[in-house]
């Protein structure tokens, strides 16, 4: 097994967990950050190669002290995937500040905290940064006011980083999911959001977690070692068509 160590918020389900397993597959230990303290200890149940840690990346104390418990766990921190995030949709007119802030403090907020806490642990290993923004983050679409500005000024905190960074041989980068076939997404999703999404990617289809966990992990691999400050939409294609969906707004 290798020594190396990544940190991957929003770990326990999802995204974040599809990436925690296809890490270690490909030989790395991981620290998986999560606030929900029960869903993190069932998905952490059994993954030798991992171990939870219960924090929310949105409080400034909780995320210094976890920087501080996984390298002090692990003794290094060689990748940090920024994943854990609120998606939560609604009308302009209807989105008070209080939901505003709820939403950037996680979705923006947590990038910020944890890619600076985890600063001197990365400058130690020469790591990577991977924020996972949305394709909402590179075009607008309906009832995502908050949503999709947040992850916007995620591409662009990530351009920061890479600018900044550079110098100490940390790489940063980003990835834009489109629509992804989660157990959220399909519960939520009508049929006729479903059959329009279909229609709007040039794939046809909605994505899988695991093919976002294949991108992610590639960023953070010596294989991407001249790679950072880019911005990659996993998305089937469906930046590239620009096409709305009036499905959405009913």
């Given at each position: 097994?290798?020594?190396?160590?990544?940190?991957?918020?929003?770990?326990?389900?999802?995204?974040?967990?599809?990436?925690?397993?296809?890490?270690?597959?490909?030989?790395?230990?991981?620290?998986?950050?999560?606030?929900?303290?029960?869903?993190?200890?069932?998905?952490?149940?059994?993954?030798?190669?991992?171990?939870?840690?219960?924090?929310?990346?949105?409080?400034?104390?909780?995320?210094?002290?976890?920087?501080?418990?996984?390298?002090?766990?692990?003794?290094?921190?060689?990748a940090?995937?920024?994943?854990?995030?609120?998606?939560?949709?609604?009308?302009?007119?209807?989105?008070?500040?209080?939901?505003w802030?709820?939403?950037?403090?996680?979705?923006?907020?947590?990038?910020?905290?944890?890619?600076?806490?985890?600063?001197?642990?990365?400058?130690?290993?020469?790591?990577?940064?991977?924020?996972?923004?949305?394709?909402?983050?590179?075009?607008?679409?309906?009832?995502?006011?908050?949503?999709?500005?947040?992850?916007?000024?995620?591409?662009?905190?990530?351009?920061?980083?890479?600018?900044?960074?550079?110098?100490?041989?940390?790489?940063?980068?980003?990835?834009?999911?489109?629509?992804?076939?989660?157990?959220?997404?399909?519960?939520?999703?009508?049929?006729?959001?479903?059959?329009?999404?279909?229609?709007?990617?040039?794939?046809?289809?909605y994505?899988?977690?695991?093919?976002?966990?294949?991108?992610i992990?590639?960023?953070?691999?010596?294989?991407?070692?001249?790679v950072?400050?880019?911005?990659?939409?996993?998305?089937?294609?469906?930046?590239?068509?620009?096409v709305?969906?009036?499905?959405?707004?009913?």
């Amino acid at each position: 097994m290798s020594e190396k160590t990544a940190l991957v918020t929003g770990a326990a389900r999802g995204i974040g967990l599809a990436t925690t397993k296809l890490f270690m597959e490909q030989g790395w230990r991981v620290a998986m950050v999560d606030r929900d303290g029960e869903a993190l200890a069932a998905a952490a149940a059994g993954l030798n190669e991992a171990s939870p840690f219960e924090y929310d990346v949105s409080m400034p104390e909780q995320v210094d002290e976890m920087a501080q418990e996984v390298r002090k766990g692990f003794g290094r921190i060689d990748a940090v995937v920024n994943n854990a995030g609120v998606a939560d949709f609604g009308p302009i007119e209807e989105t008070g500040f209080d939901r505003w802030r709820r939403i950037m403090a996680t979705n923006l907020d947590g990038v910020f905290l944890v890619s600076q806490a985890c600063i001197p642990a990365l400058r130690e290993t020469r790591g990577a940064l991977v924020n996972i923004a949305s394709i909402s983050g590179l075009r607008a679409s309906t009832l995502r006011v908050a949503y999709g500005t947040s992850k916007a000024a995620v591409i662009q905190l990530t351009k920061q980083q890479a600018a900044e960074l550079g110098e100490y041989g940390i790489r940063a980068n980003c990835v834009c999911p489109g629509p992804v076939r989660t157990k959220l997404a399909m519960a939520v999703h009508t049929p006729d959001i479903i059959a329009s999404y279909h229609d709007a990617i040039p794939l046809n289809r909605y994505g899988s977690e695991r093919e976002i966990a294949e991108v992610i992990t590639f960023l953070c691999s010596d294989r991407a070692s001249y790679v950072t400050g880019q911005i990659i939409a996993s998305d089937g294609g469906f930046e590239s068509t620009g096409v709305g969906l009036p499905a959405l707004r009913g």
